[in-house]
């Protein structure tokens, strides 16, 4: 079983900067790919950032490319979400995932999934 929190959320302007956090209670975490996933009000979840297990392989959703970065630290057992050049359109209730394998960015495909940190951006 995996256990995840979420925090670091919050208030920003817009082209602020914000960095989440997601601590896993895990035995193993280098074993389970992480992603991060943000809905919005009204909107479906939708797919923003994965690490694989070692962090040498990421992947992004075109419309974070460039402005935010994944990051993990197994020693910690810890995944980070970077975020710079914040837009309105971010705001959303940001959730980290875990899955065992490869990553994906499918979230039916998560087994594990934090409790989810509001991420607002003002214009």
């Known amino acids: 079983q995996v256990q995840l929190v979420g925090s670091g959320g919050g208030l920003v302007q817009a082209g602020g900067s914000l960095r989440l956090s997601c601590a896993a209670s895990?035995?193993?975490?280098?074993?389970?790919?992480m992603a991060w996933f943000r809905q919005a009000p009204g909107k479906e979840r939708e797919f923003v950032a994965n690490?694989?297990?070692?962090?040498?392989?990421?992947y992004y959703a075109d419309s974070v490319k460039g402005r935010f970065t994944i990051s993990r630290d197994n020693a910690k057992n810890r995944v980070y979400l970077q975020m710079n050049s914040l837009k309105p359109e971010d705001t959303a209730v940001y959730y980290c995932?875990?899955?065992?394998?490869?990553?994906?960015?499918?979230?039916?495909?998560?087994?594990?999934w934090g409790q989810g940190t509001q991420v607002t951006v003002s214009s």
């Open positions: 895990v035995r193993t975490f280098s074993n389970y790919a």
């Open positions: 995932a875990a899955k065992s394998r490869k990553p994906s960015t499918i979230a039916d495909e998560y087994n594990y």
């Open positions: 690490i694989n297990w070692s962090g040498d392989t990421t």
